[in-house]
Nanobody
Framework: QVQLVESGGGLVQPGESLRLDCAAS????????MGWYRQAPGKQRELVAT???????DYPDSVKGRFTISRDNTKNTVSLQMPNLKPEDTAVYYC???????????WGLGTQVTVSS
């Protein structure tokens, strides 16, 4: 079955960094667009970063220039580098895989990121 397993979350202080990883199994990884989303308490889930099969990336203004998404098709992983974290980055971060045109979309269970002094 399809599994997306996130890791790397934790509690950090403002200004510190985290790297999130998502390991995918059960899918032909390199044909899927991958992404990271987050959901803070009381808020809707929001897009953090996406990366296409060709490696093109996109970010919302809230994290553009600060977060970096990357993928390794040899290891079936997608990562999110998050330097200079802010308290407003606190959320559960979810890994997402989408196969455009086929209606296939999968989600991981999420990993908690807490930024607090």
């Amino acid at each position: 079955q399809v599994q997306l397993v996130e890791s790397g979350g934790g509690l950090v202080q403002p200004g510190e960094s985290l790297r999130l990883d998502c390991a995918a199994s059960g899918i032909i990884f390199y044909i899927y667009g991958m992404g990271w989303y987050r959901q803070a308490p009381g808020k809707q889930r929001e897009l953090v970063a996406t990366i296409t099969t060709g490696g093109a990336t996109d970010y919302p203004d809230s994290v553009k220039g600060r977060f970096t998404i990357s993928r390794d098709n040899t290891k079936n992983t997608v990562s999110l580098q998050m330097p200079n974290l802010k308290p407003e980055d606190t959320a559960v971060y979810y890994c997402n895989a989408v196969l455009e045109g086929y209606g296939l979309e999968y989600w991981g269970l999420g990993t908690q990121v807490t930024v607090s002094s």
